[in-house]
């Protein structure tokens, strides 16, 4: 080292926890594309609608477009394309504030809430089925550290 500190040892863990992240990742990735066949064969859905009327109906009374691009992660564009579909199958309302055209506001329709709470009920018997390994003391076990995972982070 040139400034005469010692040289840094090496993490005993660092190897375990890349691992962790493959394994972490691994079970995301096929929870995921699981949800995914599951809503497209059992209820002719894909993820990214339902996650668009999850956070709608997280927000009953509707949100700005903006607002719902921050709250999913995507760019601006790729919710307005969602949100094109749902609102032709008459699922959710937009409209425009009075006092700035510019912004949209958009909730879901009596009939999109009516359709995401069958769609969530079906979801969680899903999720059921593929978690349904767990006991009750390792999901509050990993939901202890994945709780204190997140909060590391920030």
Do not use: C
Not at 85 to 95: F, K
Not at 107 to 123: C, I, N, V
Not at 128 to 142: C, I, K, M
């Amino acid at each position: 080292m040139q400034d005469g500190a010692p040289p840094l040892q090496p993490d005993p863990l660092s190897k375990r926890r890349l691992k962790m992240w493959i394994r972490l990742l691994g079970v995301t990735r096929t929870a995921e594309n699981h949800l995914r066949e599951y809503l497209r064969t059992e209820h002719n859905t894909t993820l990214p609608r339902f996650d668009v009327m999850a956070a709608l109906w997280r927000r009953r009374e509707g949100t700005t477009m903006s607002e719902l691009s921050r709250m999913l992660l995507v760019s601006n564009g790729n919710a307005t394309t969602v949100v094109d579909r749902l609102e032709a199958d008459g699922l959710v309302r937009r409209t425009q504030r009075a006092t700035d055209r510019r912004t949209v506001h958009v909730a879901l329709t009596d009939e999109g809430l009516r359709q995401f709470e069958r769609l969530a009920a079906g979801h969680e018997a899903e999720i059921g089925r593929l978690f349904g390994g767990l006991t009750e003391a390792e999901l509050e076990t990993l939901t202890d550290i994945l709780k204190r995972m997140g909060k590391e982070k920030e």
